[in-house]
């Protein structure tokens, strides 16, 4: 094999890019009925189960942003993040992990708490605003404990931004967002 030839073979087996949000909101209409509950039913089945198509999830996400926003009054509680958009990488846009969103707005704070084999990663914020007519939270993250086996071995204050997550729909044991940071994401109580 020639060295030119190794290289078109290299190219050639660079996957493709992520279809965009329009393209998977038309595979989306393409695969499913229109409507909200025919889509509020295939998110209520990726949450629970992972079985649906990432490219019919992120089609779904966006089709309910675009078609049908309902902004979250009320997103108090723990939420586990099923799906997110903001990975390049389509294997991993089903959370291969469990992680937590833990909102708590009277006291103004948040965690995103993740368990990765031994491992839990708290990483714990406030929340700066939460506007119940737009569903839009304004936080930032300000302490990382990292434990092992439960017990703590370190803890670190990084320097992050702040980051909104808007949502835009909250209902029937889901949740609907879009992230500042990038991306869509699936959550489910």
Not at 62 to 90: C, M
Not at 94 to 108: A, N, T
Not at 122 to 146: C, H, K, L, P, Y
Request: charged letters at 20%; a neutral charge.
């Amino acid at each position: 094999m020639s060295d030119h030839t190794e290289i078109l073979v290299k190219v050639n087996s660079i996957p493709a890019a992520l279809p965009t949000e329009a393209e998977a909101v038309a595979a989306f209409k393409a695969a499913t009925a229109d409507g909200l509950e025919p889509c509020l039913a295939l998110l209520k089945r990726a949450a629970a189960d992972k079985s649906v198509q990432p490219q019919l999830v992120e089609g779904a996400l966006a089709y309910l942003e675009q078609s049908h926003p309902k902004p979250a009054a009320d997103i108090d509680g723990t939420w586990r993040l099923v799906f997110s958009t903001a990975t390049s990488n389509r294997f991993l846009q089903y959370i291969p992990v469990r992680e937590d969103f833990v909102i708590q707005l009277g006291p103004k704070q948040c965690a995103l708490e993740s368990v990765v084999g031994p491992f839990a990663f708290n990483i714990r914020g406030q929340i700066t605003e939460f506007n119940s007519a737009t569903g839009a939270m304004d936080f930032q993250f300000t302490a990382v404990d990292i434990l092992l086996l439960g017990k703590q071995i370190w803890q670190v204050t990084p320097k992050t931004k702040p980051k909104t997550y808007t949502f835009y729909y909250e209902g029937q044991g889901i949740a609907a967002a879009r992230s500042s940071a990038g991306g869509l994401a699936l959550l489910r109580k």
